[in-house]
C-alpha cells in the first residue's frame, strides 16, 4: 500500500500508524531520505485501498457507520463515539490489523485504524452505543464488529467525518 506523507510525520510514527517494523518501512523504501509532505512511501503488507471492494464510512454526529460495496451502502450499523465529538479523529485511514478477543473494555474484536491508538471494536456495555462515550475509538455491538471484520479485510479504506 502507498502512504503519502502528512505534515509532521516521521518515518518512525507512519511505522507506528501502520504497525509495521521500522526496518521492514525502510527496506521496503530503498534509498529513503528526508521526508517532505505528499511523498509517497510503500507499506509492506497492506493491500491498496483502491483494489478493495469496501470501503467505511463513520459520521461522529450521527454516530453511524456505513459499509459500502463498490460504492453501493450494504448496511448501517450504530456505533459510540469520544466523549467529545471531537475525541475520535476524523480523515481517511486503513484497517490495518485486527485482534479478536482482545480483553478489556473492547469486546470481542478490535479493528486497529492506520492511526496508533484507534480502532473500531465491540464492547463490553451495549448500553453506549448511540452516545458519546469512548476514548476516541469507535464502538460498536460485539454482534455488529464481528459482522464487519467477516466482511472487510485489513486494507480498507475508512474515512471519518463530523
Not at 518515518?11 to 505528499?38: E, Q, T
Not at 486503513?94 to 492511526?115: A, C, K, T
Not at 453506549?128 to 472487510?152: F, P, T, W
Amino acid at each position: 500500500m502507498i502512504h503519502t506523507v502528512k505534515p509532521g510525520e516521521t518515518l518512525a510514527s507512519i511505522a507506528a500508524n501502520y504497525r509495521v517494523n521500522l526496518h521492514r518501512l525502510y527496506a521496503a523504501n530503498p534509498g529513503i531520505g528526508h521526508l517532505f509532505v505528499g511523498q509517497k512511501i510503500q507499506i509492506p503488507g497492506l493491500p491498496e485501498p483502491d483494489t478493495i471492494p469496501y470501503s467505511i464510512q463513520i459520521t461522529v454526529r450521527k454516530r453511524r457507520l456505513a459499509l459500502y460495496k463498490n460504492g453501493g451502502l450494504v448496511k448501517i450499523f450504530p456505533i459510540a463515539v469520544g466523549k467529545m465529538l471531537t475525541n475520535t479523529p476524523t480523515g481517511e485511514y486503513v484497517i490495518v490489523n485486527r485482534q479478536l478477543n482482545p480483553g478489556g473494555p473492547f469486546g470481542v474484536m478490535w479493528l486497529s485504524l492506520s492511526r496508533q491508538g484507534y480502532g473500531i471494536h465491540g464492547t463490553n456495555d451495549p448500553s453506549s452505543i448511540g452516545k458519546a462515550v469512548s476514548h476516541g475509538c469507535v464502538r460498536m455491538y460485539n454482534r455488529d464488529v464481528l459482522q464487519l471484520s467477516e466482511i472487510v479485510p485489513n486494507g480498507t479504506r475508512v474515512i471519518i467525518q463530523q
